[in-house]
């Protein structure tokens, strides 16, 4: 009963809620405008919005390629997902030999942290500690490699299929292995937010401790050339750059994917398919530009349209309480643009127990962003109040402790009540009224049970006339 009511008070505040976030179409305003896409020399390139998952660029973004070394995101990301960076990593045979080119030379059996081996994969790209992480999480290098494409799959990834968890792309594995720069975007993204991973692109050098078969510290560099000189001595060294994988294999040509921060956004990059050094001069050129004529805009903080009297409130002033935008979301436009000329549209596809509705806003034909209307937790009234608990209220004077009392009504038990109540009302009229009739019921029953005096002493009289009348004849 409490839940169907609870549920019932949600919908009627999300249903006023929707109902207030329509725009008044009669209002005439300019034109809206969305920059031109900038040239570049990468055949296929995209670059998102993090947060909001806008698209601000696509060029060939859907056309599947070979990703290169850009696939140890993926593989970073389901190492961060199921282990903890302390578990000890051993390499095996199949690691140390099966896998070529970049690499910090593990031998077999040697041991390292799943940290280590994370940083020698992200900075170094080595293949061999890929295979390694992947032995580790997925029990085999296949169990791995069928948890990166469900994980693709899981992300909306729809033209990607990985074969191995390094980016090596030779003979089969040219056919097998692919992916394309929207793909990778997403997963980019997935990655993006968890903060260890964050974390580790950034790093610019790494020390791996002697291990077991190394007795000399291991010296990282991270060869994302935007954040870290690495072989040209900074020549695109970019400052909003915070991290990022590079990729290069014959079959893929030059392949990156970097992460760059202004003025609270973030965006992402995708370079595939690039004659070097094209991954890096287009990724520059893209960021400038986007951060110079884009900015974002946070949903529940410039959602002004509610509170401004432009349309009725109707019965959000009383039900409020129990919803709010997720001050999380948020949109991107042109920096020529408004956040009261995107146009918001509610949805009910992706909601769960918190999340009642969704605001998507569109701007100039694209899909800029929006938010979730979530619940406050504020809970409906219901004939149940909150269980006894002490609560700590902190004051001027200190920290003093409440108790809420806790009282439930049984329908039965008050049925059973309201009839006992009548009956008692009833057994009180019937003796008031026998004591109101006392003497009446007396009189009566002792009048039938003794026979009237007078009336026996009259017949008396009678008999003794007539016996009298009988002797004088």
Same mark, same amino acid.
């Given at each position: 009963m409490k839940k169907k009511k609870r549920i019932l008070s949600f919908g009627l505040a999300v249903c006023c809620f929707v109902g207030l976030l329509g725009i008044n179409t009669q209002k005439v305003k300019a034109a809206e405008y969305w920059p031109q896409d900038?040239? +570049?020399e990468s055949p296929n390139a995209i670059v998102m919005e993090e947060s909001t998952g806008t698209v601000l660029y696509d060029k060939n973004s859907t056309e599947q390629h070979c990703p290169a070394s850009i696939t140890k995101i993926m593989t970073t990301l389901l190492a961060l997902e199921n282990c903890s960076l302390d578990e000890t990593v051993t390499f095996s045979k199949e690691a140390v030999y099966n896998t070529h080119g970049s690499g910090i030379s593990r031998d077999v059996g040697e041991q390292m942290t799943m940290e280590e081996c994370l940083y020698a994969v992200m900075l170094e790209s080595a293949n061999e500690c890929a295979y390694a992480v992947a032995e580790h999480v997925g029990g085999t290098v296949e169990n791995f490699v069928q948890m990166m494409n469900d994980k693709a799959a899981e992300l909306g990834c729809v033209n990607t299929h990985f074969n191995n968890p390094h980016g090596l792309s030779e003979g089969e594995d040219?056919?097998? !292995?692919?992916?394309?720069?929207?793909?990778?975007?997403?997963?980019?993204?997935?990655?993006?937010?968890?903060?260890?991973?964050?974390?580790?692109?950034?790093t610019k050098t790494y020390q791996i401790p002697p291990t077991n078969k190394h007795d000399e510290i291991t010296y990282l560099q991270n060869h994302n050339e935007m954040i !870290?000189?690495?072989?040209?001595r900074g020549q695109y060294l970019y400052e909003y750059c915070v991290g990022g994988k590079t990729g290069?294999?014959?079959? &893929?040509?030059?392949?990156?994917?970097t992460f760059a921060e202004k003025d609270d956004m973030t965006l992402i990059c995708?370079?595939?398919?690039?004659?070097?050094? &094209?991954?890096?001069?287009?990724?520059?050129?893209?960021?400038?530009?986007?951060?110079?004529? /884009?900015?974002?805009?946070?949903? &529940?903080?410039?959602? +002004?349209r509610l509170e401004n009297g432009e349309m009725d409130t109707g019965m959000l002033n009383t039900n409020s309480s129990f919803v709010k935008i997720d001050p999380a979301g948020n949109i991107v436009l042109p920096k020529s643009a408004e956040f009261s000329e995107a146009a918001p549209a509610v949805s009910y596809d992706n909601t769960s127990d918190d999340v009642l509705a969704n605001i998507r806003y569109t701007f100039a034909g694209h899909d800029v962003g929006g938010a979730d209307i979530v619940s406050t937790g504020v809970k409906a009234d219901t004939f149940s109040f909150d269980n006894v608990k002490a609560e700590e209220i902190s004051t001027e004077a200190g920290t003093r402790t409440t108790t809420? !009392?806790? /009282?439930?009504?049984?329908?039965w038990k008050v049925l059973l009540g309201i009839l006992g109540v009548a009956a008692?009302?009833?057994? &009180?009229?019937?003796?008031?009224r026998f004591a109101d009739n006392f003497y009446i019921i007396r009189h009566k029953y002792f009048s039938k049970s003794r026979p009237d005096k007078r009336y026996k002493t009259i017949k008396r009289n009678y008999r003794s006339k007539r016996r009298r009348r009988r002797r004088r004849k």
């Open positions: 900038p040239e +570049t040219a056919t097998l !292995h692919y992916t394309c720069c929207y793909d990778m975007a997403l997963i980019a993204k997935a990655a993006y937010q968890n903060e260890t991973f964050r974390a580790i692109t950034a !870290h000189a690495f072989k040209t290069y294999t014959t079959a &893929a040509n030059s392949t990156l994917v995708v370079i595939m398919n690039a004659q070097s050094p &094209a991954q890096w001069t287009d990724s520059i050129a893209l960021y400038n530009y986007y951060f110079e004529n /884009f900015s974002l805009y946070n949903v &529940a903080q410039n959602e +002004t809420k !009392h806790k /009282f439930q009504i049984n329908i008692l009302v009833v057994i &009180a009229f019937l003796i008031r």
